[in-house]
């Protein structure tokens, strides 16, 4: 895996903090030349000068060129890491959910339609999505932030059984809690559900690396998830009913 990234054109979206800096850290560790992408311009050319990277800041979903041209005209891996963790219910305002869907979704598939065609030409590339464990399961108290990363998940999974035959590669991290400032904003639903079996950024960098190596689509950082995927599937009533007691427990906190 090693051979793989080193001298590979990377390309880390949100990675000014958290799981995405992790990520650029451990691929320009590997020998990738990596650009770093986030919002915040400050912290993305902090995270570029540590590791030897590019910053290109801005909207993940429109970097793509100058991504590109900073790495000399090819993008060997893009990692679509860039998330917002909208909380709330089905009355959650409607600008929370349209910048879930764009966000957490529609910039994973500007992404993808923007590299694809060269990627299918020369008959390889890396698309890495960050989902979550929201994605294979949800998370309470936030409705916006599950149902987009089940798009992403989903989207995710149409890439790999559509394209793996042509070269490309596809993998879905999918967490559970990570000490992140993402973690901090989930407030008491969090600290219950989360925040227990947090684990660090860099574990997860771990995993997907650990994942590349074995050519696996699901990266599961907290490997009891997959227990908890086969149970949802196995018997959707008694996982519900388990998520709801998870709920009320949530409620009665306060």
């Known amino acids: 895996m090693v051979e793989a990234v080193r001298g590979a054109g990377v390309v880390v979206t949100g990675a000014g903090g958290g799981i995405g800096a992790a990520l650029a850290r451990r691929f320009a560790a590997e ?7 986030d919002l915040d311009a400050d912290r993305a050319k902090a995270v570029a000068e540590e590791i030897g990277g590019t910053a290109v800041p801005g909207d993940a979903s429109v970097i793509i060129a100058d991504a590109r041209e900073a790495l000399g005209g090819t993008v ?5 890491n860039a998330g917002v963790g909208s909380g709330g219910s089905e009355a959650a305002d409607e600008s929370v959910w349209a910048l879930a869907w764009d966000v957490n ?5 500007r992404a993808a339609h923007t590299l694809i065609p060269d990627w299918l030409e020369r008959g390889s590339g890396r698309f890495v999505s960050t989902v979550s464990a929201a994605g294979l399961l949800t998370m309470i108290g936030a409705a916006p932030y599950s149902v987009t990363k089940h798009g992403a998940y989903a989207f995710a999974e149409w890439l790999s059984l559509t394209y793996r035959h042509r070269g490309i590669k596809v993998h879905a991290i999918c967490p559970q809690g990570v000490r992140t400032d993402m973690l901090d ?3 008491s639903a969090g600290d219950l559900v989360l925040k227990p079996t947090a684990i660090e950024p860099r574990d997860v ?24 995927y086969q149970a949802r599937a196995g018997d959707p009533d008694r996982w519900l009913s388990t998520m709801n007691h998870i709920q009320q427990k949530w409620e009665a906190a306060g």
């Open 31 to 37: 020998g990738a030349r990596v650009v770093v992408n």
């Open 76 to 80: 060997d891996v893009y990692c679509a």
């Open 105 to 109: 979704v529609m910039a994973h598939v």
């Open 185 to 187: 904003a989930t407030g």
């Open 205 to 228: 960098a771990d995993a997907l690396f650990a994942g590349m190596a074995e050519d696996r689509f699901l990266i599961l950082p907290h490997p009891e998830v997959a227990g908890y």
